[in-house]
């Protein structure tokens, strides 16, 4: 559930929201890879750059062939194409290789 809230706080523009709720879902699953990315998304939406890219480093350890061009085969389909596009473009900026 929190991770949910971390994507719909990311997915309506609320990065700042969207962190702390990531946040409360890695201390109970900290490897989690789903909410690793929602977490490194939205911190580098939210202007915490750093934070951003150590949660980057942390998913890469955790599946080091993760890439932007495979994110679909991880993520499934999205009811609007825009989201997609939008999650990659922040975890392109977190850090995230092509």
């Known amino acids: 559930m929190k991770e949910g809230m971390a994507q719909?706080?990311?997915?309506a523009g609320r990065?700042?929201?969207a962190v702390?709720?990531?946040k409360m879902a890695l201390r109970d699953k900290p490897d989690r890879h789903?909410?690793?990315r929602i977490a490194a998304a939205s911190s580098i939406l939210a202007g915490?750059?750093?934070e951003?890219?150590?949660l980057t480093v942390r998913l890469l350890e955790i599946d080091p062939a993760l890439r932007?061009?495979?994110l679909q085969n991880v993520l499934g389909p999205y009811r609007h194409p825009e989201h997609?596009?939008?999650y990659a473009d922040a975890l392109r900026k977190a850090g995230l290789p092509e």
């Not at 719909?8 to 997915?11: G, S, T, V």
């Open 68 to 70: 932007v061009s495979n």
């Open 84 to 86: 997609l596009a939008e």
């Open 15 to 17: 990065h700042d929201e």
């Open 52 to 54: 951003a890219k150590m």
């Open 8 to 11: 719909a706080h990311f997915f």
């Open 34 to 36: 789903s909410t690793l």
């Open 48 to 50: 915490r750059d750093e």
């Open 20 to 22: 702390s709720w990531a």
